[in-house]
C-alpha cells in the first residue's frame, strides 16, 4: 500500500539543545553531517508498506503530532519516504543513493537518511520497516535532528521480556497490551509470562484463580503481539515452585518438600502433558519455557530412593527428559532455566542439545564469565536472563540493574548467547509494574546493541540516561530518579525495600537506634523531602501519557513513610531512656497512622489500574496488618532478659511504656488472660522457657501479645572475644547485638532475617568465652545456617579450644558435617560435642570459613557468609 498526503508540520520544543540522536536503543551506527532536518507545514508523506497496522499507525502518529507541536514561521517542502527494498537490489539501491552499500541491514535492520527537506527510511522486511519507524518516532521528539546517516541492526535476534504473573499481581489484558505496545517500540520482541497457577486450564479447573488467564485472552493477546511483531513464548513451571498447585488436595500426593512435583508420580506427568496440551493450542509461537529451577529438596522424600540409585543430577535429568518426551511431538521448542545444571554440569550430556539453557543472574557482578564459560562451551543453545531488580522493593535497584544488565548481556554476546530474557519478578506480591519501564528499557538498548567487552557501562548508562529522559519522560528527570534509587546503597539499610516499609517498629536493634543512627536517619528524611518536591515540579511538564508519573511519586511517599517509622523507632528508645516526652511519641504515632491510611488508598487505586482484582486482598491485608501494629503499639510490653546468671537465675524484667494497664504473663505456650499472673516484680528463670506477655484492660479487647523462647545455660552472658565485626548488610544479622550469640535466643532456620542469626562475611568466626572462674560443663553445641543460593555456607568445621589463662589455648575437638555445599536447601546444622567430667575456664570456637562461592554459584568467587547461632554451654 502507498500512502501519499500532505499535513501540517511541526517543530519539537523538547529536550537537548546540542544535535545529537538521541534514541533508544542506540544504533548500530551513525554517520553525522552538516545541516539540520528543517521542520515544515507541509510533508510529502510515502509509505510503501502493505503492513495496514504501520500505515494506519504512521497516519495516527502524524495526525498527533501536527496537533500537539507548534508550526514554524517559514514555508518549507519536506519529505519522509518508508521504503521496502528486496535483499537482490539492496547493495545497489544503497549505492545510488550514496549509502554504504556494505551494511547488511538482516531481518530486522534499515537504514535512514536525513538531509534538510527529507528522512528516508529503507527496509528489507515489513519487521524492519516497523522498526525504523520506531526511530522515526523517536526522532521527532528531539529538538532538532541532525542530517545524518543510520545504520542499525540489533545484537541478538531473541530480545524477549518477562512479566511474572504467578506470585502476586495478574495484569489486566490492558495492561499487557500495553507492555507489548511501549516496549514493542524499543524494539523488544519476544514476551512470557512466568505462569506457575494462573492459566485457567479447562482440563483442571480447580488451580487457576477466577481472574486466572484464559487461552481466549492468550490468543487475543497473540493476535495483538503479532501488529507490533512480538512473539509470545508459552510458560509452564514444570518442577520446582509448584506449590501453589500441590497445596491443594487432589494434587498434593504428588509433591514433594511441598513444592516440587514429584518425579516419582506418574500423575505428575499425566498432569504436566494436560497443562502443555492446552499451553500448545493457545500458544502459535516457537517456543515453551518449562523453567525447572531451583528444585530445592529434590530426593529427599519421595524420590529419595531414585536420589540413591541414580544420583540427584541424573534424577533431574530424569525428569527434564520425561518433559522433552511430553512436548516433541508439538514441535515447540523448549527453554529452561540453567542454575540446576550449573550445580551438576554432568548432566549436560544427558539432556537432548536442541533445548535452550538460560542462565539467569540478577546481582551485580562485574563479570558472569565463570557461569557462561561452561554452558558455551557445551553443544547448547543459550540465552542470557537479568533482572531489573523491582522485586521485593518499593522502587527498583537501578544501580544494580545498570551493573546486571550491562555485564551479563556484555558476556552472554562474548559467548555466543543468541537470546536475552528481561526479567522481572514479584516474589512478595507486593509489586507494582509502573516503575518498570526503566529497567525494561535498559534491558532493550543492551539486548538490541550489545556492549563489547572493551566497553564503558559508565558512559552507556549517561548516554541512556539523557535518551530516556527525552523519549520516555520528555524532561530532565532521570538525574532526580537516580538519588532517590540511589538509596538502595544510601546511609539508611534497605530503605527502598518492602521488608523496610512492613517491618514491625519492634525489636530495636542496635543499629536502629542512637544519635548516630537519628543523624542519619534525618539525612535521608531531609532527602527524600527535596527529591519528592523536585519529581512533583518536574512531573507537572512531563509528557501527558506517561504511564509512570502517579507511581513514582507513590514510591517516594511509601520511602517516606519507612524513614518517618524509622525515626519514630529511634525516639520511641528515647523515650525508654527518659529523653523523648510521651506526647511527642504518641503525636509521632498518630501522624504515622494517618500517612499509612492515605498509602493503602492509592496503593488501591494504582493497583487496580494495571491489575486484576487478584491478590488485592493479600496486599490491603499486609498494608492493614502495618496498621495495626501501629494501632496497638502503646499496648506492646517488652521483655528483657538480663545477660548475667546469679544464684537466683536470670533475671526477666517486663514493661510496657505506653500502657495505663498491669501486665499479665504465662509461660509455656499459654497466652495471657486475666487468669495470667500479674506482672510486679522481676522473674527468675533457671530453665528453658516461653514467656508470653500483654497488658490491657478488659477481656475482650484485642492483646498485643509477645512472646519469646529464653534459652537458659552456662554460656549466657560470657563472650569475651569475637575476632571480626558482623555484617551490617541488614540490621537484623546483628543478631540483637554483641552478646547475640550468647543470649539465650535461638535463629529460625526457616528465616534469615528474623533478628536471632548473626551473620559474617569473608572470614573464619572466633569466638572466645570467659566464666570467670573454672565451670564444669557436660556440652556444647552450636548451630549454623545454610542456603548456597543466598550466599550463605556451612563452616566447614568446627574446632574447640580450651584455655586456662585466655592466652594459651589448647585444641580440645574438632567437627565436621556431610551437608554437600551443592545443597539448594535452607538447612540448620547444629555441632554438637560432649565433654565427660570437664572443667574450663575459657573456651574458644573457631567455625571455619568454607571460602568463596563456589565456581558453579551464579556469583562465583564473591565472598560467602557464615551464619551462626546460639553457642550453648550446658
Same mark, same amino acid.
Given at each position: 500500500?502507498?500512502?501519499? $498526503?500532505?499535513?501540517?508540520? &511541526? ?13 533508544? *536503543? ?10 539540520? /532536518? ?7 508523506? %510515502? ?21 500537539? =507541536?507548534?508550526? *514554524? ?7 519522509? #519516504? ?93 495492561? $499487557? ?16 509470562l512466568y505462569t506457575e497457577h494462573v492459566f485457567k486450564y479447562q482440563s483442571h479447573t480447580d488451580i487457576a484463580p477466577n481472574d486466572g488467564i484464559s487461552s481466549a485472552e492468550i490468543m487475543e493477546l497473540e493476535r495483538f503481539a503479532k501488529l507490533y511483531h512480538v512473539e509470545l513464548i508459552a510458560n509452564q513451571q514444570s518442577f520446582g515452585h509448584m506449590e501453589k498447585i500441590l497445596a491443594k488436595q487432589a494434587y498434593s500426593y504428588l509433591a514433594e518438600k511441598q513444592h516440587i512435583l514429584s518425579p516419582t508420580q506418574e500423575g505428575s506427568y499425566k498432569l504436566l502433558a494436560d497443562f502443555y496440551k492446552e499451553q500448545v493450542a493457545a500458544f502459535k509461537g516457537k517456543y515453551i519455557h518449562i523453567n525447572a529451577d531451583e528444585t530445592f529438596g529434590l530426593g529427599t522424600e519421595q524420590s529419595k530412593h531414585m536420589a540413591d540409585s541414580m544420583g540427584l543430577g541424573n534424577l533431574y535429568a530424569y525428569h527434564i527428559n520425561r518433559i522433552y518426551d511430553l512436548l516433541k511431538p508439538s514441535g515447540k521448542q523448549i527453554l529452561m532455566w540453567s542454575d540446576i545444571i550449573g550445580n551438576y ?36 543453545? &543459550? ?12 522502587? *527498583? ?53 550489545? *556492549? ?13 540516561? %539523557? ?11 532521570? #538525574? ?30 542496635? +543499629? ?39 507511581? $513514582? ?29 510521651? +506526647? ?74 505506653? #500502657? %495505663? ?52 545455660? $552456662? ?5 569475651? =572475644?569475637?575476632?571480626?565485626?558482623? #555484617? ?55 548451630? /549454623? ?49 560432649? /565433654? ?19 565456581? /558453579? ?18
Amino acid at each position: 500500500m502507498r500512502i501519499k $498526503l500532505l499535513f501540517l508540520g &511541526f517543530i519539537i520544543l523538547n529536550l537537548g539543545l546540542k544535535a545529537q540522536y538521541a534514541i533508544l *536503543p542506540t544504533p548500530f551506527k551513525t554517520v553525522q553531517s552538516e545541516g539540520i /532536518f528543517q521542520y515544515s507545514l507541509n510533508h510529502q508523506i %510515502e509509505c510503501y508498506s502493505r503492513d495496514s497496522f504501520l500505515n494506519a499507525s504512521l497516519n495516527q502518529w502524524l495526525k498527533e503530532e501536527a496537533a500537539n =507541536k507548534v508550526a *514554524p514561521n517559514k514555508m518549507v517542502q519536506t519529505k519522509l #519516504s518508508l521504503q521496502l527494498v528486496g535483499q537482490k537490489k539492496w547493495k545497489q539501491y544503497l549505492g545510488k543513493l550514496l549509502l554504504q552499500s556494505s551494511f547488511e541491514p538482516g531481518a530486522e535492520g534499515y537504514v535512514i537518511k536525513i538531509e534538510k527537506n527529507s528522512i528516508l527510511l529503507l527496509a528489507q522486511t515489513e519487521t524492519a520497516l516497523f522498526y525504523g519507524f520506531q526511530t522515526l518516532k523517536q526522532l521527532f521528539q528531539l529538538a532538532q535532528i541532525p542530517c545524518g546517516e543510520i545504520y542499525d541492526k540489533p545484537s541478538f535476534a531473541i530480545r524477549a521480556w518477562q512479566d511474572d504473573i504467578s506470585r502476586g499481581p495478574i495484569p489486566t489484558m490492558g495492561q $499487557l497490551k500495553e507492555e507489548i505496545k511501549r516496549l514493542s517500540a524499543y524494539k523488544l520482541n519476544y514476551f512470557t509470562l512466568y505462569t506457575e497457577h494462573v492459566f485457567k486450564y479447562q482440563s483442571h479447573t480447580d488451580i487457576a484463580p477466577n481472574d486466572g488467564i484464559s487461552s481466549a485472552e492468550i490468543m487475543e493477546l497473540e493476535r495483538f503481539a503479532k501488529l507490533y511483531h512480538v512473539e509470545l513464548i508459552a510458560n509452564q513451571q514444570s518442577f520446582g515452585h509448584m506449590e501453589k498447585i500441590l497445596a491443594k488436595q487432589a494434587y498434593s500426593y504428588l509433591a514433594e518438600k511441598q513444592h516440587i512435583l514429584s518425579p516419582t508420580q506418574e500423575g505428575s506427568y499425566k498432569l504436566l502433558a494436560d497443562f502443555y496440551k492446552e499451553q500448545v493450542a493457545a500458544f502459535k509461537g516457537k517456543y515453551i519455557h518449562i523453567n525447572a529451577d531451583e528444585t530445592f529438596g529434590l530426593g529427599t522424600e519421595q524420590s529419595k530412593h531414585m536420589a540413591d540409585s541414580m544420583g540427584l543430577g541424573n534424577l533431574y535429568a530424569y525428569h527434564i527428559n520425561r518433559i522433552y518426551d511430553l512436548l516433541k511431538p508439538s514441535g515447540k521448542q523448549i527453554l529452561m532455566w540453567s542454575d540446576i545444571i550449573g550445580n551438576y554440569p554432568e548432566i549436560k550430556s544427558k539432556l537432548p542439545k536442541d533445548i535452550i539453557l538460560i542462565p539467569w543472574a540478577y546481582h551485580p557482578a562485574n563479570d558472569f564469565k565463570p557461569m557462561l564459560e561452561p554452558i558455551a562451551m557445551s553443544d547448547f543453545n &543459550f540465552w542470557v536472563a537479568p533482572g531489573i531488580n523491582n522485586w521485593n522493593n518499593l522502587y *527498583p535497584n537501578l544501580e544494580d540493574t545498570k551493573t546486571n544488565c550491562y555485564n551479563l548481556i556484555r558476556d552472554g554476546y562474548f559467548f555466543g548467547a543468541t537470546g536475552v530474557l528481561n526479567t522481572s519478578w514479584d516474589d512478595d506480591g507486593y509489586a507494582l509494574f509502573g516503575n518498570n519501564w526503566q529497567g525494561f528499557i535498559w534491558g532493550a538498548e543492551l539486548s538490541w546493541n550489545a *556492549p563489547l567487552q572493551t566497553g564503558n557501562a559508565t558512559q552507556r548508562w549517561l548516554s541512556f540516561e %539523557e535518551a530516556f529522559d527525552t523519549q520516555f519522560w520528555g524532561i530532565a528527570l532521570s #538525574s532526580t530518579i537516580l538519588k532517590f534509587a540511589a538509596l538502595h546503597h544510601g546511609k539508611l539499610a534497605k530503605a527502598l525495600t518492602n521488608e523496610k516499609f512492613f517491618e514491625p517498629i519492634f525489636p530495636l536493634y542496635p +543499629e536502629y537506634i542512637g544519635d548516630v543512627a537519628e543523624v542519619r536517619t534525618l539525612a535521608v528524611r531531609n532527602e527524600l523531602s527535596q527529591i519528592y518536591k523536585q519529581t512533583d515540579s518536574l512531573l507537572s511538564f512531563a509528557k501527558k501519557d506517561n504511564p509512570s508519573s502517579a507511581y $513514582l511519586k507513590y514510591a517516594i511517599r511509601q520511602a517516606q513513610f519507612s524513614v518517618d517509622k524509622s525515626l519514630f523507632r529511634i525516639h520511641y528508645s528515647n523515650f525508654l531512656n527518659q529523653h523523648y516526652s510521651k +506526647e511527642k511519641i504518641l503525636e509521632e504515632l498518630d501522624l504515622l497512622k494517618g500517612n499509612l491510611q492515605n498509602i493503602r488508598t492509592d496503593f488501591s487505586y494504582l493497583y487496580l489500574q494495571e491489575n486484576r482484582t487478584w491478590w488485592l486482598d493479600k496486599n490491603l491485608k499486609k498494608l492493614d496488618n502495618c496498621y495495626q501494629d501501629l494501632e496497638y503499639l502503646p499496648k506492646h510490653c517488652l521483655i528483657n532478659a538480663s545477660n548475667e546468671l546469679t544464684k537466683k537465675g536470670r533475671e526477666i524484667t517486663l514493661k510496657a511504656p505506653l #500502657s %495505663e494497664n498491669s501486665i499479665y504473663y504465662c509461660t509455656n505456650e499459654c497466652l495471657p488472660s486475666f487468669e495470667s499472673k500479674v506482672y510486679e516484680k522481676p522473674i527468675y528463670i533457671k530453665e528453658n522457657v516461653q514467656l508470653s506477655c500483654a497488658s490491657f484492660a478488659s477481656e475482650t479487647e484485642r492483646r498485643n501479645i509477645n512472646t519469646e523462647v529464653l534459652n537458659y545455660h $552456662l554460656g549466657i552472658g560470657k563472650i569475651k =572475644k569475637i575476632n571480626i565485626p558482623y #555484617s551490617k548488610y541488614n540490621p537484623a544479622y546483628s543478631g540483637g547485638g554483641p552478646m547475640a550469640l550468647a543470649d539465650g535466643r535461638i535463629g529460625d532456620a526457616s528465616n534469615l532475617s528474623s533478628g536471632r542469626w548473626q551473620g559474617y562475611s569473608g572470614n573464619d568466626l572466633i569466638i572466645e568465652l570467659d566464666f570467670g572462674k573454672a565451670t564444669s560443663i557436660k556440652e556444647l553445641e552450636m548451630g /549454623f545456617y545454610q542456603c548456597t543460593p543466598s550466599w550463605v555456607i556451612l563452616p566447614s568445621e568446627l574446632q574447640i579450644y580450651e584455655s586456662t589463662d585466655g592466652q594459651n589455648y589448647q585444641l580440645l575437638s574438632t567437627l565436621k558435617h556431610n551437608i554437600p555445599v551443592n545443597s539448594s536447601e535452607k538447612i540448620k546444622y547444629v555441632f554438637k560435642q560432649e /565433654f565427660a567430667k570437664h572443667k574450663v575456664s575459657y573456651i574458644k570456637v573457631v567455625a571455619k570459613y568454607y571460602g568463596p562461592l563456589p565456581a /558453579f554459584h551464579s556469583s562465583a568467587g564473591s565472598a560467602s557468609m557464615i551464619f551462626a547461632d546460639e553457642l550453648i554451654i550446658k
